[in-house]
């Protein structure tokens, strides 16, 4: 577990290459629904249009001044899909639960929904273990989940 104080705050510009960095990961790849990796000028336009949308919010984990990892939210319909990561230094040290947990606090009165690859097994413990029901949905690779 990580014991330093852990919060949430809101992505800027300034991250742009802390995003690009954490976003083409090896791991983070893997486990994303859209596996190639992400170039530059796609990233800068994406980041853009991520900060100026009403149904985007994106925020960074962060211990004191330390940038931990990543959590975004769309809004599709009457939900907001959860897409988050942490950084490759401090995984297996409980953050995941942690920036859900967060994130669950920050946005209480918000629908949350998840989409989960099947072979992520820490990420479906993470949605299972703070409470969010798994929808039954006929799929051979992903688990979707909503709270």
Same mark, same amino acid.
Request: aromatic share 12%.
């Given at each position: 577990?990580?014991?330093? /104080?852990?919060?949430?705050?809101?992505? /800027?510009?300034?991250?742009?290459?802390?995003?690009?960095?954490?976003?083409?990961?090896?791991?983070?790849?893997?486990?994303?629904? $859209?596996?190639?990796?992400? /170039?530059?000028?796609?990233?800068?336009?994406?980041?853009?249009?991520?900060?100026?949308?009403?149904?985007?919010?994106?925020?960074?984990?962060?211990?004191?001044?330390?940038?931990?990892?990543?959590? $975004?939210?769309?809004?599709?319909?009457?939900?907001?899909?959860?897409?988050?990561?942490?950084?490759?230094?401090? $995984? *297996?040290?409980?953050? *995941?639960?942690?920036?859900? $947990?967060?994130?669950?606090?920050?946005?209480?009165?918000?629908?949350?929904?998840? /989409?989960?690859?099947k072979q992520n097994k820490a990420s479906i413990n993470v949605f299972v273990n703070l409470g969010f029901k798994k929808i039954q949905i006929e799929s051979d690779d992903f688990e979707y989940f909503e709270y």
């Amino acid at each position: 577990m990580y014991n330093q /104080t852990l919060f949430l705050r809101e992505a /800027t510009e300034n991250d742009a290459e802390l995003l690009f960095g954490w976003v083409n990961e090896e791991n983070v790849r893997k486990n994303s629904i $859209r596996q190639e990796p992400v /170039t530059w000028d796609n990233h800068i336009k994406w980041l853009a249009k991520k900060l100026n949308s009403p149904e985007t919010k994106l925020f960074i984990l962060c211990s004191e001044n330390e940038a931990l990892g990543q959590i $975004r939210v769309d809004k599709k319909d009457l939900y907001w899909e959860i897409d988050y990561s942490v950084d490759y230094q401090y $995984r *297996g040290k409980g953050l *995941g639960k942690e920036i859900v $947990r967060l994130l669950i606090k920050k946005l209480e009165n918000y629908k949350l929904k998840a /989409t989960v690859k099947k072979q992520n097994k820490a990420s479906i413990n993470v949605f299972v273990n703070l409470g969010f029901k798994k929808i039954q949905i006929e799929s051979d690779d992903f688990e979707y989940f909503e709270y």
